[in-house]
């Protein structure tokens, strides 16, 4: 039903930018949190950022700083605007989102993920 769909990826040198997109589609009731997690080869997937309906944010403690959580309620779009990348950023980036269905019903969805290489 729901469908999280992520772009903005790609390949930046270091110290360079990029702004990731993720927008939810489908039956949704509310969003009650969006974010994003990234896994790198050989590791585990790890929290990047999250924000809240209530626009409270989280962030992992490597990206602390230099990248930035937003979101667009009306649009149903979370985005995150990542600076001063570095090579340990690369990584498969995931959108996450605990959608409630109904008043009754509450769970977490996943995007494909998107890949984001920084490199010289």
């Known amino acids: 039903q729901v469908q999280l769909a992520e772009s903005g990826g790609g390949l930046v040198q270091p110290g360079g930018s990029l702004r990731l997109s993720c927008a939810a589609s489908g039956g949704i009731l509310r969003i009650n949190a969006m974010g994003w997690y990234r896994q790198a080869p050989g590791k585990e997937r790890e929290l990047v950022a999250r924000i809240t309906s209530g626009d409270s944010t989280n962030y992992g403690d490597s990206v602390k700083g230099r990248f930035t959580v937003s979101r667009d309620n009306a649009k149903n779009t979370v985005y995150l605007q990542m600076n001063s990348l570095n090579p340990e950023d690369t990584a498969v980036y995931y959108c996450?989102?605990?959608?409630?269905?109904?008043?009754?019903?509450?769970?977490?969805?996943w995007g494909r993920g998107t890949q984001v290489t920084v490199s010289s």
């Open positions: 996450n989102a605990h959608i409630s269905m109904s008043y009754y019903s509450a769970r977490d969805y």
